[in-house]
Structures are given as structure tokens and as C-alpha cells.
């Protein structure tokens, strides 16, 4: 595809948008920790939990990320392979202005917020996690939706050489995810980049993942290389590999549970062996600014 380029044409140097080891100084102002750290400016936001985000080591070394293998610890083993620069996207389907894009201008001029929010997996264990993200509407809008999309579809690489797991057939790879037109416009769905000031890890969805807070963690697609903005819902990886038992709306939802387990409860990864079991709440706690793109529909069955 024709390289094309936005309006934000002029790339921003690799060391303004690295946030490695950023130190938040209030909202709109970062501090430089040292001679090897990048100035960042993020925000805090008003969509943050106050709820104790989890270690940096628990978020980086309990991960699920097929492509580096199916155990929990394989992606923090396995990850490092990965290369991450270059790194482009590429934005198709129903936009104005379709390209092929350096990852540079994907961020460029995106407002960073740290984003401390409640992340519950489908196989029942949570995490609050402070990711460093924006949102994906401020991306959607400077690319162009045309009136025909109706939902944006995601796809992360394929690359056997450095993903381990890719070499053998247990996901139709690439890994895909997709979202519903306004599920992807409303204000809690970012694309991050980072979590707890640095840039994101790699076992995390480095360079560049998407966070959707209400929906179970297999929506919130790591290392993504293509957006496309479609009319019809698109196949998503694991509602292809077993459609009764991943939806492609996965809401979180504790009255709703999995064919093999429930959903009323989860185990708060970190808090050790007899604490932390708690109750999952309607769309992970975000009912108040979400629960409106579902009127109407039985959640039982849009599961
Ligand atoms: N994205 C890709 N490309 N491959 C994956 O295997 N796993 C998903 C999601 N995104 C996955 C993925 C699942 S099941 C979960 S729970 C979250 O990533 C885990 O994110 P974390 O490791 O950052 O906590």
C-alpha cells in the first residue's frame, strides 16, 4: 500500500515520545530522571481507580500472550526476541486517509494520560494496572471514519521467526480483536503505550496495545499492526476458536458466567493464596460510562 502521510507530518523525534522512566510532576508536566531518560508529558485522569495498582512485577511476568507460548511466564522468557523498531501500522477499510504508518506518527501529537484501570481476564483473575495510553478516538478521527464503519478490527504481527508460539498452530494467527464503532470511540478505550511511566514491556503488547477496561483481557490486543475500519463484525481470535464460550462482545459480566466456570468472583493476582478473592462487578466496574452502549440488548445472549 501507498505510503501516505497525515497532516502531522513531521515526526517526532524517537526521545520526545519515549517515556522510560518519565516522572510524573502533575498533569501536563513530566521531569527528567536522569541522563538516559526521555522527557514525556502525560496526565493523570479522571478515569483512573484509586485502587493500589499491582507490582510492575506482577504485571510483567503473569502475562497471557499466545505468540511467546501459553504459560504464564513464557512471555516474559520469550518476549525479549521481538523487534520493535521499526514498528508500523497500517490503517485501512473505511477511512479517509489510509496509510501505512511509523508508529512516530500514530502517537505523534496524542495526549499521554496515565490510566489506572481494573483488568479482569476471562479466566477469572484481575489486576489494576496504570498504563500510559491515549485515547483511540483521538487516532480514528485524525485518519477519517467513513459513515459506512461500523466496527474496527485489529490485528497484532506474524512473525514465527521471534514469536515462538506462532510456530506451532494452537491460534489462527494473526491474533485478531475487534470492537464495535462506538465501543471503540468512547472515552475509557485507549491504545497504550507504556505502563507505570515507561514504555510498554514487550511480554505487555510492546510497542503498542489497546486497553478496553470493561471487556475481558482477551479484547486488549497486543503489538498491533493493523487497524481497519469495516461495516460488518469482523472474526475475532478466540470467538473463532470456540464461539460458546468467548462472544465477540465479551463484557464483563458476573451473572453471565463461562460454560466451564463462573464469573461471579476473582482472584486479585498478587494478594496471595488466601486473600484477594473478590466479586467481579458489571462491566468491571465501569457500568456508569458504558453500561448505555447496551441498552436494550440481552447480555446473556451478546455475551
Ligand atoms: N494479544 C495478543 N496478540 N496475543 C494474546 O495471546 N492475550 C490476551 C490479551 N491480548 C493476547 C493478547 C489475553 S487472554 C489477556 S488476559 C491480555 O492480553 C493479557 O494482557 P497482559 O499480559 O498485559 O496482562
Known amino acids: ?64 500472550f499466545y505468540e511467546f507460548g501459553t504459560g504464564k511466564e513464557d512471555p516474559a522468557r520469550n518476549a525479549g526476541a521481538l523487534t520493535t523498531d521499526p514498528w508500523s501500522i497500517v490503517i485501512d477499510g473505511l477511512v479517509d486517509r489510509p496509510g501505512t504508518y511509523d508508529i512516530a506518527d500514530v502517537v505523534k501529537d496524542q495526549p499521554l494520560e496515565e490510566r489506572i484501570y481494573r483488568f479482569r481476564c476471562v479466566e477469572a483473575w484481575s ?62 478505550t485507549i491504545l497504550a503505550t507504556g505502563l507505570y511511566g515507561e514504555e510498554m514491556p514487550k511480554q505487555n503488547g510492546a510497542p503498542i496495545r489497546l486497553v478496553v477496561p470493561w471487556k475481558y483481557g482477551f479484547k486488549s490486543i497486543k503489538s498491533i499492526v493493523r487497524i481497519s475500519l469495516v461495516a460488518e463484525e469482523p472474526p475475532t481470535t478466540w470467538n473463532m476458536l470456540q464461539p460458546s464460550e468467548y462472544g465477540f462482545y465479551a463484557n464483563v459480566n458476573p451473572t453471565v458466567d463461562h460454560p466451564r466456570w463462573s464469573q461471579a468472583t476473582e482472584r486479585r493476582v498478587g494478594s496471595g493464596l488466601f486473600g484477594g478473592r473478590q466479586d467481579t462487578l458489571m462491566f468491571n466496574g465501569y457500568e456508569a460510562e458504558v453500561a448505555s452502549l447496551y441498552a436494550g440488548m440481552d447480555l446473556a445472549k451478546f455475551y
Do not use: C
Not at 11 to 35: E, M, Y
Not at 129 to 151: C, D, H, M, T
Not at 163 to 186: F, H, K, T
Open 1 to 64: 500500500m501507498k505510503k501516505t502521510t497525515l497532516g502531522w507530518s513531521d515526526v517526532t523525534p524517537k526521545h520526545l515520545w519515549l517515556n522510560r522512566r518519565a516522572v510524573l510532576a502533575g498533569a501536563g508536566a513530566a521531569l527528567l530522571a536522569g541522563p538516559a531518560t526521555a522527557k514525556l508529558t502525560y496526565s493523570p485522569s479522571s478515569f483512573s481507580t484509586t485502587e493500589e495498582p499491582n507490582s510492575f512485577e506482577d504485571i510483567t511476568s503473569y502475562n497471557n
Open 127 to 188: 489486576m489494576i494496572i496504570p498504563w500510559i495510553g491515549f485515547e483511540l478516538s483521538g487516532l480514528l478521527n485524525r485518519v477519517g471514519v467513513q459513515p459506512g464503519a461500523k466496527y474496527v478490527a485489529f490485528e497484532t504481527l506474524v512473525r514465527p521467526d521471534e514469536m515462538v508460539g506462532q510456530q506451532s498452530p494452537i491460534l489462527d494467527w494473526p491474533y485478531r480483536e475487534g470492537l464495535r464503532l462506538d465501543e471503540a470511540m468512547n472515552p475509557l
